[in-house]
């Protein structure tokens, strides 16, 4: 099961947080050969997203995923509340094997200073 987690992002600026993915016993789970991708609707059935860079860290045995999202991306986003998940997926089969390890709302504070 997913863990459930709200995230904050100040429009106009960079993000970006860590999910660590742990098994039952609480020990981080060995990420080696996998990916991981994520998005952000408006609703479960919103058309649009805004899709994170998501990325396993470069040592795939502590179990870290990083996502992130550019300026750019997040100055495209409206203020408000939003929703979001992260998949990871073993590499050669993008679409068989999918675990999803964090979801929640995204709460995005609009910016008063405009580019």
Same mark, same amino acid.
Request: avoid cysteine.
């Given at each position: 099961?997913?863990?459930?987690?709200?995230?904050?992002?100040?429009? /106009? =600026? &960079?993000?970006?947080?860590?999910?660590?993915?742990?098994? &039952?016993? /609480?020990?981080?789970?060995?990420?080696?050969?996998?990916?991981? $991708? /994520?998005?952000?609707? $408006? =609703?479960?059935?919103?058309?649009?997203?805004?899709?994170?860079?998501?990325?396993?860290? =470069?040592? @795939?045995?502590? !179990?870290?995923?990083?996502?992130?999202? !550019? @300026?750019?991306?997040?100055?495209?986003?409206? #203020? /408000?509340?939003?929703?979001?998940?992260?998949?990871?997926?073993?590499?050669?089969? @993008?679409?068989?094997?999918?675990?999803?390890? #964090?979801?929640?709302?995204?709460?995005?504070?609009?910016?008063?200073?405009?580019?």
């Amino acid at each position: 099961m997913a863990e459930y987690t709200d995230i904050f992002v100040d429009q /106009g =600026s &960079n993000f970006s947080t860590t999910v660590e993915v742990v098994g &039952n016993n /609480g020990a981080p789970t060995d990420l080696t050969g996998y990916s991981a $991708r /994520g998005e952000v609707r $408006r =609703s479960y059935t919103a058309s649009l997203a805004t899709t994170f860079t998501a990325a396993i860290d =470069s040592d @795939p045995t502590t !179990g870290i995923v990083t996502i992130s999202l !550019g @300026p750019d991306q997040t100055g495209s986003l409206k #203020s /408000g509340r939003y929703l979001y998940d992260v998949e990871i997926y073993i590499d050669n089969s @993008p679409e068989t094997t999918v675990l999803r390890i #964090s979801e929640g709302q995204v709460h995005v504070t609009p910016r008063v200073t405009q580019p």
